[in-house]
């Protein structure tokens, strides 16, 4: 699955998937009588191995247009010893009639409540060891607000049912082992009205009409699969032919709401060919009979799920109707269908034993990423996206609350939580680091043998390990596993020692880096490989090591004499930030850095960065790097370059120099700027395109530019009449400018404007441009508008994400939370609670964090992962407010000479 985060100057924030709901609805029934016994204890959060199922066949009713389903679900048991209780999971499930069958015999049972996630069936006589079979007849629910479990959607005048069962929703829709090491075979029935259409995880085996007249889709069953990964899909769609792909020429088809078909045909295009190049990669076909792509009209929390057979994206995604296709929608989906698509062997065929090592699934899919595009369009440089995303995937490893990669799952919210940046992308920058350290084909050997070996099985970290060991010929754990099982970056410090009778030395310590304010502990090691590029005149080398305690040394012997420079993460592949000491920064630097790769650039702007937020470099010597190495006309350069440049709180910068700070974005900005302009140029490049709402945005929100603000203004009032007047790219920046400066009359034209619009992707950008509004009255009656109003809140919580962004309306939108925080979390969909806790991190300062404290305390323990997610707030206030402390006076004297 791939998740989306939201972020804002300072702020990860994320929308978990699922939680707890209410216990699970059960209907006596004159069956059996339970025994008169104290109440059984439900188990926690495993059900335990005594009892296993070997099949699964589940036939449901669904109308989308309804809130309910009824379900008779049939699982094939494994008894490992007599049973008088059978525990299953269930989440708001009312089962009406439950029979045992066993030995040729039917055994009435009876419900018996367990608790929010679990009920029990208890048989009129004990079960004996062997084989068994349990029918259940049920009822269950279709939620219209939520993006899990069952769920139904409008888009246009028909309705539309979709299924989203990762982590732990499956149970939402039949009584289940729900958990990813029963991986058994599915066979699914689907009872739908004639007019509708139906899709599952595996092509349809019948179809007939019932005696109801409801249309009844039998599918083939499915090859062994964890609940989480069974799919379906009810209502009036279009299905786009995508042809076939792979080796056992698999059918590919792109399958849409009606009326949509046009917005698929870039993912039509392009799909069998990701497919293909992973094929070749893994040394694997593709595993399943076919492959269908689904766009869901709108999603919370997640952006695309790797279901067998079914892979199921949101919308904005996948679709994109003519003039709205461009560059970043084009690298977006190829980078999430590949993401997907490798899922089908890391996830699929080979699955995770339990949620602790979902980074099995999710890091692999992540690195797939860029492996793929490597191969299939490597002037897209995958391997700079992956340097940039090293810098907020070690922002959030850097807090002392900072999970593990396998983090232990102690209570059920630990999964949700799982499905995060240290997962995703600090796990996938893990591998990429190992990758190269161990060889491309040492490690490509490991990825296939690891999937041979565990192939429609479960599979856990030391299996994997075990398997690159193997291809390594050596014991690799070790040095993973210190950057699996413990949270953090480190922080590699390089020394050079030059002496007349010795090669020339780097002396190398590790810690681990802490931002200032830190509540953490520095005293921490791990089995670090450093590979450092070197030289002197014309002469250059490398050399690796594998940094194992806390102090080491690597020999410089590839060049004579002592290195003129020295660059300490060769190629940025490594996971750890670098210290130079000395003059080792400067010399790097001094002739802008000509030595470093445009990787090794990204990689030292983000180090840069980091020390400055340690403590170790101060904020005025980072801006004044900035320009020297921004040399380079390179999108992603520039655009790691303008996280820095852009990235100063404004809370750091007191009112008299705003306008020095606009004056310096200007100098690195503004010949750029006004070169790219706000219009598309004929014949541009594709990164030009990419590059131009970084830098022009740059120019216009931070530098103030007036000749650009002005012609944003001129084009946002031709947008209004007319939709092809702004470039797509630039849409949201424009209408930023606009309503920066705007009056109530263009506030109510824009709300129109949004909600007028069909085309969702849009309707965001409209609403989050209105978080730019200065006037905090307006901005109030906004936040009403969109969040209490007539409004998808999904759509509306880009405005409040940009109210508290915004300094003029920070306290106005705070407050706004705090006043309906019950209301909000009553509208938007399960879990939203821990969610909005995080928004009281926009804030730096002492008594903003008493209030958070205040309001929140009490409630986050009501919400699944809110205590996680308000200590993380806290932490982020606290580093902060010492931030503020620690670089106000070298940001002020740095600002004072511009």
Request: glycine share 8%.
């Amino acid at each position: 699955m791939r998740n989306r985060w939201m972020q804002g100057s300072s702020l990860l924030l994320t929308l978990a998937l699922g939680c707890a709901a209410p216990q699970a609805e059960v209907k006596e029934t004159p069956l059996a009588s339970a025994p008169a016994e104290a109440p059984p204890q439900p188990p926690g959060l495993r059900l335990g191995t005594d009892t296993r199922p070997e099949r699964y066949q589940v036939e449901l009713t669904l109308d989308p247009a309804q809130d309910s389903f009824h379900g008779v679900a049939e699982i094939a048991l494994q008894l490992e010893r007599p049973t008088s209780l059978l525990w299953l999971n269930g989440t708001e499930l009312a089962v009406e009639e439950a029979v045992f069958t066993t030995g040729g015999e039917t055994v009435a049972a009876k419900v018996v409540p367990g608790n929010e996630d679990v009920f029990a069936l208890a048989p009129a006589r004990e079960l004996p060891t062997g084989k068994a079979t349990v029918r259940i007849r049920y009822t269950g629910k279709v939620s219209a607000k939520d993006s899990s479990g069952i769920f139904r959607q409008q888009e246009g005048d028909a309705w539309y049912a979709f299924t989203q069962f990762e982590a732990t929703d499956a149970r939402r829709a039949f009584p289940s082992f729900d958990e990813p090491s029963f991986k058994v075979p599915f066979q699914l029935t689907l009872k739908v009205k004639p007019e509708l259409k139906a899709f599952a995880n595996t092509p349809v085996e019948s179809e007939q009409v019932g005696a109801d007249g409801l249309r009844v889709v039998r599918f083939t069953e499915t090859l062994p699969l964890p609940t989480y990964l069974v799919a379906f899909a009810v209502g009036p769609f279009d299905v786009v032919d995508a042809g076939q792909a792979g080796q056992k020429k698999t059918p590919v088809r792109i399958v849409v709401p009606r009326g949509h078909a046009e917005g698929a045909a870039y993912a039509a295009k392009h799909t069998g060919a990701l497919l293909e190049v992973l094929e070749a990669y893994f040394g694997i076909p593709y595993p399943y009979e076919k492959l269908d792509v689904m766009a869901v009209p709108v999603t919370t929390g997640w952006g695309a799920m790797e279901n067998v057979g079914l892979i199921t994206f949101g919308q904005r995604y996948l679709l994109a109707r003519p003039g709205m296709d461009t560059e970043s929608f084009r690298r977006d989906f190829i980078a999430t269908q590949a993401h997907e698509l490798a899922h089908q062997w890391f996830g699929n065929l080979v699955t995770t034993a339990w949620w602790d090592d979902i980074w099995l699934n999710e890091a692999f899919a992540s690195w797939s990423e860029g492996m793929v595009i490597r191969q299939w369009k490597p002037d897209w440089k995958p391997e700079l996206e992956s340097v940039r995303a090293r810098g907020w995937a070690m922002g959030a490893d850097s807090l002392a609350t900072a999970r593990r990669i396998r983090q232990p799952i102690e209570v059920k919210g630990d999964i949700d939580q799982a499905f995060d940046g240290i997962t995703y992308t600090k796990g996938q920058l893990v591998l990429d680091m190992f990758e190269a350290f161990l060889g491309k084909d040492t490690f490509r050997k490991g990825v296939q043998e690891h999937l041979r070996r565990n192939t429609h099985g479960n599979a856990t970290a030391d299996d994997f390990l075990a398997a690159m060991s193997s291809a390594a010929g050596r014991d690799v754990k070790p040095m993973f596993s210190t950057f699996l099982d413990q949270p953090g970056v480190p922080l590699v410090s390089v020394a050079l020692t030059c002496a007349k009778d010795a090669a020339p030395t780097l002396q190398l310590s590790q810690q681990r880096y802490l931002p200032v304010g830190s509540k953490g502990e520095a005293a921490q090691t791990w089995q670090v490989p450093v590979c450092v590029r070197y030289g002197r005149g014309k002469a250059e080398a490398q050399a690796c090591t594998l940094l194992t305690e806390t102090k080491g040394t690597l020999a410089l012997d590839g060049v004579k004499g002592c290195p003129e420079w020295v660059v300490p993460n060769a190629g940025s592949r490594g996971y750890y930030r670098a210290q130079l000491q000395g003059e080792l920064l400067t010399k790097l630097t001094q002739d802008g850095g000509k030595r470093l790769t445009l990787a090794e650039r990204i990689g030292l702007l983000g180090d840069v960065k980091a020390l400055t937020g340690g403590g170790f470099l101060p904020a005025g010597e980072t801006l004044a790097l900035v320009p020297r190495l921004a040399t380079v006309e390179d999108r992603d350069l520039l655009t790691a370059a303008a996280s820095i440049v852009t990235g100063v709180p404004e809370d750091f910068v007191p009112e008299h120099l705003q306008p020095h700070y606009a004056r310096y974005v200007r100098k690195v900005f503004g010949e750029r700027a006004r070169r790219l302009g706000l219009t598309p140029k004929k014949g541009e490049s594709q990164d030009v395109a990419l590059l131009r709402p970084v830098v022009v945005g740059a120019m216009m929100l931070d530098g103030k530019d007036a000749a650009l603000r002005s012609e944003a203004k001129r084009l946002a009032a031709a947008w209004l009449k007319d939709s092809s007047a702004v470039a797509p790219e630039m849409l949201s920046v424009v209408l930023a400018v606009v309503a920066e400066e705007s009056d109530a009359a263009l506030q109510e034209r824009l709300l129109s404007a949004a909600k007028e619009t069909k085309d969702r992707r849009v309707r965001t950008q409209v609403l989050g441009a209105l978080g730019a509004v200065k006037d905090p009255a307006r901005a109030r009656q906004n936040l009403a508008a969109a969040l209490l109003g007539a409004f998808d809140v999904r759509d509306a919580s880009s405005l409040l994400a940009g109210s508290l962004g915004n300094p003029s309306t920070r306290e106005v939108a705070y407050g706004f939370v705090k006043e309906h925080f019950d209301a909000l979390v009553e509208k938007m969909p399960r879990n939203s609670g821990a969610y909005l806790i995080t928004h009281g991190g926009y804030f730096c300062d002492a008594e903003h964090r008493a209030d958070v404290v205040a309001f929140f305390g009490e409630r986050a323990p009501k919400h699944e992962g809110g205590p996680r997610m308000l200590a993380q707030t806290l932490e982020r206030l606290d580093l902060c407010i010492a931030q503020k402390e620690a670089q106000s006076k070298s940001l002020a004297a740095f600002l004072q000479t511009q």
